[in-house]
């Protein structure tokens, strides 16, 4: 009889360990969750930036450009966040256009730049066109962006009514491009968010 006392003494105090066990690593997830979406970032506006020129930036070499300087297409999310901080945030654009070079065919690019260590305030975030796809494709129709935190969307924005346009298509990938791929890189380096770089193909 003592025998059976001792090892339903023993399995309480396992299942009591086990259950106290399930129950910290709950509450730890519940901590970690991040709150709904718009608790978490809300886009205050976007839209294009006009008259965006190439900068030029003064060497102690000889230039050999050209003295014109062609305008690319920019765009911009001023974006507002609540927590602390963010480890990251990741935003994917979409861009419509008819491509002028090819009878009109419909053709959306798509491309997405992750921001790292993101504190708690006011952000920019911005997508550029090469002038030369603006050269061959003509201009831009539709826009949306898609921002998501640890892998939940957090907040949509578009210039079109219709919801999820950006479904209809298939994505073309490398043609949008994030400011660190440009040369407007150094300019105002302040004011947006650390880059994560992309791991190269292997």
Same mark, same amino acid.
């Given at each position: 009889?003592?025998?059976?006392?001792?090892?339903?003494?023993?399995?309480?105090?396992?299942?009591?360990?086990?259950?106290?066990?399930?129950?910290?690593?709950?509450?730890?997830?519940?901590?970690?969750?991040?709150?709904?979406?718009?608790?978490?970032?809300?886009?205050?506006?976007?839209?294009?930036?006009?008259?965006?020129?190439?900068?030029?930036?003064?060497?102690? %070499?000889?230039?050999? #450009?050209? $003295? =014109?300087? !062609?305008? *690319? /297409?920019?765009?911009?999310?001023?974006?507002?966040?609540?927590?602390?901080?963010?480890?990251?945030?990741?935003?994917?654009?979409?861009?419509?256009?008819?491509?002028?070079?090819?009878?009109?065919?419909?053709?959306?690019?798509?491309?997405?730049?992750?921001?790292?260590?993101?504190?708690?305030?006011?952000?920019?975030?911005?997508?550029?066109?090469?002038?030369?796809?603006?050269?061959?494709?003509?201009?831009?129709?539709?826009?949306?962006?898609?921002?998501?935190?640890?892998?939940?969307? %957090?907040?949509?924005? #578009?210039? $079109? =009514?219709? !919801?999820? *346009? /950006?479904?209809?298509?298939?994505?073309?990938?490398?043609?949008?491009?994030?400011?660190?791929?440009?040369?407007?890189?150094?300019?105002?380096?302040?004011?947006?968010?650390?880059?994560?770089?992309?791991?190269?193909?292997?």
């Amino acid at each position: 009889m003592m025998q059976t006392l001792r090892v339903r003494t023993v399995c309480g105090v396992v299942l009591f360990v086990a259950l106290w066990l399930v129950a910290g690593a709950a509450w730890a997830q519940m901590a970690n969750a991040l709150p709904a979406g718009s608790d978490i970032l809300r886009i205050r506006k976007m839209g294009p930036v006009a008259n965006t020129k190439t900068p030029v930036f003064k060497t102690q %070499v000889q230039s050999t #450009s050209s $003295a =014109q300087q !062609p305008d *690319w /297409w920019r765009h911009l999310v001023e974006y507002e966040t609540a927590p602390d901080w963010l480890d990251e945030l990741e935003f994917t654009y979409y861009v419509y256009m008819r491509d002028q070079s090819n009878k009109g065919a419909e053709v959306m690019f798509r491309a997405t730049v992750t921001y790292v260590n993101v504190p708690k305030g006011r952000h920019y975030s911005d997508i550029f066109l090469h002038p030369r796809t603006l050269a061959r494709l003509g201009k831009v129709e539709q826009v949306a962006v898609v921002v998501k935190a640890r892998g939940a969307v %957090v907040a949509t924005e #578009s210039t $079109a =009514q219709t !919801p999820n *346009w /950006w479904d209809r298509f298939s994505p073309v990938d490398g043609v949008l491009l994030n400011r660190s791929q440009t040369p407007f890189a150094y300019l105002d380096y302040d004011l947006f968010e650390a880059i994560k770089p992309v791991a190269p193909a292997r």
